[in-house]
């Protein structure tokens, strides 16, 4: 799978958009950009993943470069609760009952929302 | 979304103990499950696969006959920390595939379980 690059940290106002960047230069063309995040001393929570075309769901928006090098999760409107690590991670699909289905994690950005 | 629970959410050992932590899957069958470790301020690090009536696949460093996996069924897993010692003190997270995640390729995360030996 693909490696990716993320910023270490990220401050944000409480209120205002978070753009968290995230570089997949080495990306396939049959592999998925995914994004999760997690918040202090709980396990990863699924945000949002997309192969080529943007895409938006009720916690956030993907927007992915043309030649998918690289994303960008926006959370529009940041609160003290999206305060977390976010990990963008890019892999192929997962099949039904295949045994590669697991996430590998790099460090991720925390991203600290401050009122 | 699709929910996995684990339990323990903390437990407090003495060296020398075993331990067993429980990952559930709530409201769909898990045919794959995965089970980290996170150290503190670093990030998960995959520890071994279990596929439900096979035996679990190690990953590189992790011993086998320390951490014990078992998944017996489509909705659990158990994990058990054989002869803990301090330097297992650690945030044991668990992760379940099945069915919706075909479709979507997400992974389904439990709450985590907090592991400190005395």
């Known amino acids: 799978d693909a490696k990716t690059t993320q910023p270490p940290s990220m401050d944000c106002a409480e209120g205002r958009a978070a753009n968290l960047p995230c570089n997949h230069s080495?990306?396939?063309?049959?592999?998925?950009v995914y994004w999760y995040r997690q918040i202090h001393s709980q396990g990863p929570q699924y945000i949002i993943h997309?192969?080529?075309n943007n895409e938006t769901n009720e916690m956030a928006s993907l927007i992915i470069t043309e030649d998918r090098k690289s994303s960008t999760l926006i959370l529009p409107h940041a609160t003290l609760r999206d305060t977390a690590v976010y990990y963008c991670?890019?892999?192929?699909?997962?099949?039904?009952?295949?045994?590669?289905?697991?996430?590998?994690f790099g460090k991720g950005t925390k991203l600290s929302v401050k009122p | 979304g699709a929910v996995v629970s684990q339990h323990p959410s903390w437990v407090i050992c003495k060296s020398g103990t075993s331990v067993k932590i429980e990952c559930r899957s709530l409201?769909?069958?898990?045919?794959?499950m995965f089970w980290y470790r996170q150290f503190p301020k670093q990030s998960l690090m995959l520890m071994a696969t279990?596929?439900?009536?096979?035996?679990?696949?190690?990953e590189q460093g992790v011993e086998k006959d320390k951490f014990l996996i078992n998944h017996a069924s489509l909705t659990l897993s158990t994990l058990t920390v054989t002869s803990a010692h301090p330097e297992d003190s650690s945030f044991y997270i668990c992760?379940?595939?099945?069915?919706?995640?075909?479709?979507?390729?997400?992974?389904?995360f439990g709450e985590g379980s907090r592991l400190t030996v005395l």
């Open positions: 409201d769909f069958q898990a045919t794959t």
């Open positions: 991670i890019v892999r192929r699909r997962l099949h039904y009952g295949g045994s590669q289905g697991n996430l590998i």
């Open positions: 279990s596929n439900e009536g096979s035996k679990a696949t190690y």
């Open positions: 997309g192969l080529k």
């Open positions: 992760s379940a595939a099945g069915r919706l995640a075909a479709n979507t390729g997400e992974l389904f």
């Open positions: 080495t990306i396939s063309g049959n592999e998925y």
